[in-house]
Every structure is written in structure tokens, then in C-alpha cells.
């Protein structure tokens, strides 16, 4: 697509539910960031993806959440028995791999969750 | 460990008067730094990156080993230009890692 496409781009969700975002990255993007964005703290990472390369699962702040990449396209951020915590906005990003320091990222306009 | 540090939370100045938003960094290779922005209801977006040198819509930024600094500059704001402002670092092109390391922000406002 033109540009890197997040859904839903709002979600209101209760404690203890499952949330899934979903990411659909530029064409071609061979590499796939995940980030959080929060008052006060940030773009804290979390997850990349890196070709068929196993991802770098680093920066997941715990056990409930998760991540995959089917097909080497389409990612899908899932966070577990939600906390109120868990609340920011999820943001995913794409590049060439080999082209973070030419081009740098292109960020898709994010999912604002909030845990009710 | 933080690789990058924007000190400033918040800054304010005046339409016309220069502003400078400071961002150090830590890594011992030699790293690739970017300034990305986020205007009001927008994208995050690249802004400008160090390894072009170029100025954007007034701004520039110069990397300072000595230092570990990449500030950001522009001798005369603009209104236009309130948004939050990140600094962000690449460990370079012979890395094989594709990450971006990103201050916590700055949040830019210029008042009339």
C-alpha cells in the first residue's frame, strides 16, 4: 500500500480482555517495528521483525504480549489479559532493512487502546 | 541502557526567536542520528536525518562526537513548528540491526 496501514485506530477494551491490533506494512518493507508511545515516557520498543530472521522480542514488557508476522506482510500485536497500564498508543513502522539509515522509518498513524 | 536523551520535556519560545532542542546520545561505534516530528494529529515523521546534512524547513542539526550531542536548531521559530520532537539513533550501516533507539521527546511550543 502508499503507506503503512494500523487498525483498529481506536479501541476501548475492558481489564482482563484480549485486544489484537494489526498492522499492514508498506509493500516491499522487509522490516517491521512495533513501539509504544506514552505521556512522559516515549516510544518505548517492542517487538521487530526482520525478514524470515527470528524477531527481537526484547522490548515486550511482559509474558501477555505477543506478536507475529504472517507471510512476511501483515503483523498482529496481541496483548493478553489487558491492564490498565497497557494503555498508549501502539504505533508500527516499516523500512527497507537496509535502508533505516538512508530513509529512516515510515510510522503508520497508530492504535490508541484504552483499558477500561 | 538509554541510548538517547532528549533533558527537556517541554519548550517554549516565541515566534521568531531561535530554538534549540538538545539531544545526547550514548554508543560507542559510530552511529546514525535522526530527528523525527509529531505534529497535532499527524504521523511521527522523519525530519531530518544526520547522514544527509541537509536543512529542513529551517531546522538542522550537526552531529558532535566530542560531545555525543545532535541538538536541533532553527535560528527563527515559527508557529507552525509546535509538535513533539524526537531525537533517534541507528547503530550505522554495518549493522545488521535496523532498530531506532528514540529519546522520550520534546514538546515544542511557539507562541505567537
Known amino acids: 500500500g502508499a503507506g503503512v496501514s494500523q487498525s483498529p485506530s481506536n479501541k476501548v477494551t475492558e481489564k482482563g480482555k484480549d485486544v489484537e491490533l494489526r498492522c499492514d506494512p508498506i509493500?516491499?518493507?522487509?522490516?517491521l517495528y512495533w513501539y509504544r508511545q506514552s505521556l512522559g515516557q516515549g516510544l518505548e520498543f517492542l517487538i521487530y521483525?526482520?525478514?524470515?530472521?527470528?524477531?527481537?522480542k526484547s522490548g515486550l514488557p511482559s509474558d501477555r504480549f505477543s506478536a507475529e508476522r504472517t507471510g512476511g506482510s501483515v503483523s498482529t500485536l496481541t496483548i493478553q489479559r489487558t491492564q490498565q497500564e497497557d494503555s498508549a498508543v501502539y504505533l508500527c513502522?516499516?523500512?527497507?532493512?537496509?535502508?533505516?539509515?538512508?530513509?529512516?522509518?515510515?510510522f503508520g498513524s497508530g492504535t490508541r487502546l484504552t483499558v477500561v | 541502557a538509554q541510548r538517547v536523551t532528549q533533558p527537556e520535556k517541554l519548550l517554549s519560545v516565541f515566534k521568531g526567536a531561535p530554538v534549540e532542542l538538545k539531544c545526547n546520545y550514548s554508543?560507542?561505534?559510530?552511529?546514525?542520528l535522526f530527528w523525527y516530528v509529531q505534529y497535532s494529529r499527524q504521523r511521527l515523521q522523519l525530519l531530518l536525518r544526520?547522514?544527509s546534512r541537509e536543512s529542513i524547513k529551517g531546522f538542522t542539526a550537526d552531529l558532535n562526537k566530542g560531545e555525543t550531542s545532535f541538538h536541533l536548531k532553527k535560528p527563527f521559530a515559527q508557529e507552525e513548528d509546535s509538535a513533539m520532537y524526537y531525537c533517534a539513533l541507528s547503530e550505522g550501516r554495518g549493522s545488521t540491526l535496523g532498530r531506532l533507539y528514540f529519546g522520550r521527546g520534546t514538546q515544542l511550543t511557539v507562541w505567537p
Open positions: 554508543y560507542s561505534g559510530s552511529p546514525e
Open positions: 544526520h547522514i
Open positions: 521483525f526482520q525478514g524470515n530472521s527470528a524477531p527481537d
Open positions: 513502522a516499516s523500512s527497507l532493512l537496509w535502508g533505516v539509515v538512508d530513509y529512516g522509518y515510515t
Open positions: 509493500s516491499g518493507h522487509t522490516a
